[in-house]
């Protein structure tokens, strides 16, 4: 693996970290995947660390419209979405609600915590 690792690095190419991915699947324990994988992400700063694993997890993009109520569609979506979209797609959301609809939202989520 460390000859492996000289080689991606030396040839710097998407073919050469592919390749890489696939022996270090087979070569490495999960542990050690983890540890590198922890590792390297940390040697990144907080923008490019949060990028990369984003980028790996692989986003899920803006919600479909809604076929028929739209509330089925809008919990599949949030279920399958990074929690950076969630956040920014509620947030939207709710920006974009009338005052009223924003209050009877708020007045919502309150009772939700106050059932918890």
């Known amino acids: 693996m460390t000859r492996m690792l000289g080689y991606c ?3 710097g190419t998407s073919d050469g970290w592919a ?10 324990s999960t542990a050690e995947r983890v540890a ?10 907080l923008d490019h660390r949060q990028q990369t694993a984003e980028a790996s997890i ?17 919990r599949f979506w ?3 979405a990074a929690p ?11 920006e ?8 009877a939202f ?8 106050i059932a918890a």
């Open 84 to 94: 950076t979209e969630r956040k920014a797609y509620a947030l939207a959301a709710f």
């Open 19 to 28: 390749a890489f991915t696939a022996i270090a699947t087979l070569r490495l």
């Open 106 to 113: 708020y007045q919502h989520i309150r009772e939700m915590e």
């Open 58 to 74: 692989c986003p899920v993009g803006m919600p479909l419209p809604p076929f028929l109520g739209g509330m089925d569609e809008a």
């Open 36 to 45: 590198l994988a922890f590792s390297a992400l940390n040697a990144l700063d």
């Open 96 to 103: 974009a609600m009338s005052v009223k609809d924003q209050n």
């Open 9 to 11: 690095l030396s040839l």
């Open 78 to 80: 949030a279920s399958i």
